[in-house]
């Protein structure tokens, strides 16, 4: 049986994330082949050309994680309808420098949780935008654009039981794409 490590990509900083608790949740629902790491992006500086030469370490650190990973799990709130900044910086840094990148070939699977209705509908598509061009494979169906509310979470931070069919449904979907995708 082959082994799958998923880097697991939180957009966002907050302790009390949504989106960190949802990727906690949904990757129980992954097959045992499968397991998954958050990379740390907390400490990363400011991305900017002139570093390229000279990266911190933080810097490959994050692009050594990504490129041992067999696939990607983006879990990301959205910020003024787009991708919150910090994960822009993700992004910059391990595309950088140019011909460098750490996320050309890895199938991705995009996830996002939000109060608002639309949940982060926005932040999803410019996110593809973005991955597609870095030649990153990302799922396109099923969407999940998740509104939290009571109920998305059991007591202990599971997946709720209401919800758990189409997670279930969209981690499948995942898992398929990461196999038929991974080199």
Not at 148 to 163: C, M, P, T
């Amino acid at each position: 049986m082959s082994q799958y490590q998923i880097a697991v990509i939180v957009g966002s900083l907050r302790k009390d994330s949504f989106n960190r608790k949802l990727a906690h949740a949904i990757t129980k629902l992954a097959p045992s082949e499968f397991s998954f790491k958050e990379v740390q992006i907390g400490d990363l500086p400011l991305y900017n050309q002139d570093d390229d030469a000279n990266q911190a370490e933080s810097v490959k650190r994050l692009k050594s994680e990504i490129l041992a990973a067999q696939g990607l799990l983006f879990v990301t709130p959205e910020y003024n309808r787009s991708i919150p900044g910090v994960l822009k910086n993700v992004i910059d840094h391990a595309s950088r420098p140019y011909g460098q990148s750490a996320w050309a070939g890895k199938p991705t699977g995009i996830l996002g949780a939000s109060p608002g209705a639309h949940g982060t509908a926005m932040a999803q598509q410019h996110l593809r935008n973005v991955l597609s061009h870095l030649n990153a494979p990302t799922l396109g169906q099923p969407e999940a654009f998740v509104q939290v509310k009571d109920g998305l979470f059991d007591e202990v931070g599971d997946i709720g039981s209401a919800s758990k069919q189409f997670f279930q449904n969209w981690m499948d979907h995942y898992v398929a794409w990461v196999k038929k995708h991974a080199a």
